[in-house]
């Protein structure tokens, strides 16, 4: 089942618009990307399909005040939402938020629910290349000052910090592919030759547009 024209008219007037303002890995096709994948993962499950539209299109509404708790924020932001609260009961709201809270990859504790679940691993970029993209676009957005080597070095702490083995992401949805990409990216992650060779090709194309 589809949501709702009207949630969907309200998300796509009032909310989406919101990404525009953030950094680029983290604007309107990030967004957009996290619904379809969460929708899609929705199919498997008997779970709300509104709730996981909505989950997925606040869950990173919070970075319009910083991304450290960000997560925080975007549960905040759903819960004062007036529209939000004619639409839903405030148990369903208060799922919704939790399920927000928890889709950070570095969070300390795994998602409370299958709506936790279901945003935490459709918010999982696990394709190679994108996901270094995202690395490059972050690291030039907030690290202006790093040269090409300073943001390789960058890319590469985050890489092993989050994505290689023993990283801290977590997969949590079987019915995803995003462990066969994760074993393409660890994969990336080894071949250091290969990796420097992408990353150098990818960061002239966001330096010069």
């Given amino acids: 089942m589809k949501p709702s ?15 525009e303002a953030f950094d680029p890995a983290h604007r309107t096709d990030h967004v957009r ?18 709730m996981v539209y909505a989950i997925a299109a606040y869950h990173d509404t919070g970075l319009a005040y910083g991304r450290e708790r960000h997560h925080i924020h975007s549960g905040e932001i759903l819960l004062a939402d007036t529209f939000m609260q004619r639409l839903f009961s405030r148990e369903q709201l208060a799922v919704m938020r939790d399920a927000i809270e928890d889709h950070r990859a570095s969070s300390d504790h795994a998602p409370r629910t299958i709506y936790g679940r ?16 995202r690395t490059i676009q972050y690291g030039l957005a907030h690290y202006p000052a790093l040269d090409q080597t300073g943001q390789f070095e960058r890319c ?8 290689a083995e023993g990283g801290y992401l977590r997969l949590w949805i079987p019915e995803s592919e995003n462990a066969r990409k994760q074993a393409e990216l660890r994969s990336l992650i080894r071949d250091s030759a290969r990796l420097r060779e ?9 330096c010069t547009g």
Avoid: N
């Fill in 5 to 19: 024209e009207k949630l969907t008219a309200y998300i796509e007037a009032e909310i989406i618009p919101r990404y």
């Fill in 33 to 50: 990307t996290v619904i379809g994948q969460s929708l899609a993962l929705a199919r498997h499950y008997d779970v709300d399909t509104e």
């Fill in 118 to 133: 279901i945003v935490a691993e459709a918010d999982r970029c696990m394709e190679p290349e994108t996901v270094i993209r």
């Fill in 156 to 163: 590469m702490a985050h890489l092993q910090k989050k994505y």
């Fill in 198 to 206: 992408t990353f150098d090709r990818i960061y002239r194309q966001e």
